[in-house]
């Protein structure tokens, strides 16, 4: 498969326009595929839990170098995952209102938070 270089020019990044629907849906390709967001290429992690320090095909680093920067995606992770289950499970109350399957809801309520962070 071809790769195209989505890469940005040097002067792009002082751009303020918005990037095009084709670059766009191309880095987005590029972060559902696990892929080096400069080439496309990869390999970009050792195993599922730990990232390489650089892009396998083009050497790019992956790491910021801040050993903190994870925190804030770990935290809008768990807000988006709680939010979207509270969300269901208040909808599934009103849904089943006035006949609520409060044991259900006692299993379900738990395995879905720990199950939500995971998937997202």
Not at 20 to 41: I, V
Not at 64 to 77: A, C, H, L, T
């Amino acid at each position: 498969m071809p790769q195209h270089n989505l890469a940005r020019e040097p002067n792009d990044e002082l751009s303020l326009e918005m990037p095009s629907a084709r670059r766009t849906a191309g880095l987005l390709g590029r972060a559902l595929t696990l892929r080096c967001p400069n080439c496309g290429g990869g390999p970009t992690r050792e195993h599922w839990l730990r990232m390489r320090p650089a892009c396998g095909s083009c050497g790019m680093p992956i790491e910021r170098g801040e050993p903190d920067y994870f925190i804030g995606s770990m935290m809008f992770n768990l807000i988006l995952s709680e939010g979207l289950f509270l969300v269901l499970l208040v909808g599934g109350v009103i849904a089943s209102w006035p006949d609520i399957a409060w044991t259900a809801l006692e299993i379900a309520t738990p395995l879905g938070m720990i199950a939500a962070p995971i998937l997202l």
